[in-house]
């Protein structure tokens, strides 16, 4: 007779165990709740983010969320982290380049786009969708990770001696607070229509990259 675990080797399948089988699950069970949150905040706003809600959604009883996550607070902070991990894959999805110019320019066209895809996300993370929800450390080092190639595009700027500011925190945290600004507007209903949002944004981005760059003679 044929070993079992041969066979499904052939099918290009492999075993797993029972414990690692369940973690999947439950991993896979967590994104669906998580998502599940991010719709409804997208649809009905944050006051309609509630365990129930979420519970109907998953058609599941409260019960199984309170045990994932055990508490609101604990769904918003997952929600919180997966849109870091969303905000980093942008990121990582742009193409290096040696002009670093060029290649912070397309970062921030990559904030941009997260910000419209991952609406949501970004709202919990950047706009205080949860007044209540405060990130603790652990949370805000994902943060700190996801915004990781910007801190990298300006540490090295400044090195090169090719920043006017002296101080690479303060340059991110000047490109964060800007394009963060006009995103927020726009998503506030403040800004005349996405095109015009658009443009605005794109101004911001060469602008800022003009200010905070030695300009060659």
């Given at each position: 007779m044929q070993d079992p675990s041969t066979a499904l080797s052939k099918k290009g399948r492999t075993l797993t165990t029972y414990q690692k089988a369940k973690l999947q699950h439950t991993e896979t069970l967590k994104f669906s709740m998580i998502e599940a949150a991010a719709s409804i905040l997208q649809e009905s706003g944050a006051e309609a983010v509630t365990i129930r809600k979420v519970a109907e959604k998953m058609e599941?009883?409260?019960k199984v969320i309170?045990?994932?996550?055990g508490s609101k607070e604990g769904l918003v902070k997952e929600l919180f982290l997966e849109g870091c991990t969303l905000l980093a894959?942008?990121?990582q999805a742009v193409p290096e380049q040696p002009d670093l110019k060029r290649y912070l320019y397309g970062?921030?066209?990559a904030y941009w786009d997260f910000?419209?895809?991952y609406t949501s996300y970004y709202r919990v993370m950047f706009g205080?969708?949860?007044?209540?929800?405060k990130p603790e450390e652990e949370s805000l080092q994902t943060m700190v990770t996801a915004l990781e190639q910007v801190n990298r595009i300006v540490a090295e700027a400044t090195e090169r001696g090719l920043m006017n500011e002296e101080d690479p925190k303060l340059a991110v945290e000047l490109i964060w607070a800007?394009?963060?600004?006009?995103?927020?507007l726009y998503l506030g209903g403040h800004l005349p229509g996405a095109a015009g949002a658009r443009?605005?944004?794109?101004?911001?981005i060469s602008g800022l990259i003009q200010t905070l760059f030695v300009q060659a003679n």
């Open positions: 599941c009883p409260t309170y045990n994932l996550f894959a942008e990121f970062l921030g066209q910000s419209q895809k205080g969708a949860f007044s209540e929800f800007s394009l963060h600004g006009v995103i927020d443009a605005l944004y794109d101004k911001s």
